[in-house]
């Protein structure tokens, strides 16, 4: 997604295992689902082309600069610890906050 807008049904069902996209076969509704949770956050986007929105993810410039950060000091992204999956839990799936 850094250098190209992705298609859904590349990251959902098979595809999306064997392209790296995912660790496991999911569903492409399940996929859009998590998608739409990092478009909410800001770091993806929908493609549009001239008769709207498209099945395609784009990553933002908030997204790019957030992996660029960590791919400069060369660090993987840290693990969440037990109240920042808490915190999500309530914040994602119960959508407060």
Known sequence: MMKQSVPLPLIANKSGREKGYTRKKLP???VE?????LIQVGLLRREVDGQGITDSFRITP???RII???AQIGE???KPTLWQ??????T???RIG
């Open 76 to 78: 993987l992204f840290p």
């Open 33 to 37: 689902n998590e998608l739409g949770w």
């Open 28 to 30: 492409e509704i399940f």
């Open 85 to 90: 999956k808490i915190t999500n839990f309530f």
């Open 92 to 94: 994602r799936w119960l």
């Open 68 to 70: 660029t950060e960590f």
């Open 62 to 64: 908030l997204g790019r």
